[in-house]
């Protein structure tokens, strides 16, 4: 199971910190990811961490401002969200993927957790 949390609403030009808490499983046998999707619009990729924590990928408009780590001794993924915009404005979720290679679509994972929302006023 993934747990989502750390949303909320916080002004342009602020900073949040998501955390995503993992049970039931090997944690460092998974890649994690963060995906987000804003009012209507498709679910979109925002960066993901290899299983050691050494490998990360981001998405090109979140790479400037936007931090994934783990700790797999507390089985978490963290995500750092810095300079935030009104278009940060989504429910962010976190993946699970048992692929050893860091991928960027969100059918390639294999457990999501249930999102937390982010909401950025200008």
């Known amino acids: 199971q993934l747990q989502a949390s750390g949303g909320g609403l916080v002004q342009a030009g602020g900073s949040l910190r998501l955390s995503c808490a993992a049970s039931?499983?090997?944690?460092?046998?998974?890649?994690m990811g963060w995906f987000r999707q804003a009012p209507g619009k498709e679910r979109e990729f925002v960066a993901a961490i290899g299983r050691s924590g050494v490998s990360r990928v981001y998405a090109d408009s979140m790479k400037a401002r936007f931090t994934i780590s783990r700790d797999n001794a507390k089985n978490t993924v963290d995500l750092q969200m810095n300079s935030l915009k009104s278009e940060d404005t989504a429910v962010y979720y976190c993946?699970?993927?048992?692929?050893?290679?860091?991928?960027?679509?969100?059918?390639?994972?294999?457990?999501w957790g249930q999102g937390t929302l982010v909401t950025v006023s200008s």
């Open positions: 039931g499983r090997t944690f460092s046998d998974y890649v």
């Open positions: 993946a699970a993927d048992l692929n050893p290679y860091i991928v960027r679509t969100e059918g390639e994972y294999d457990y």
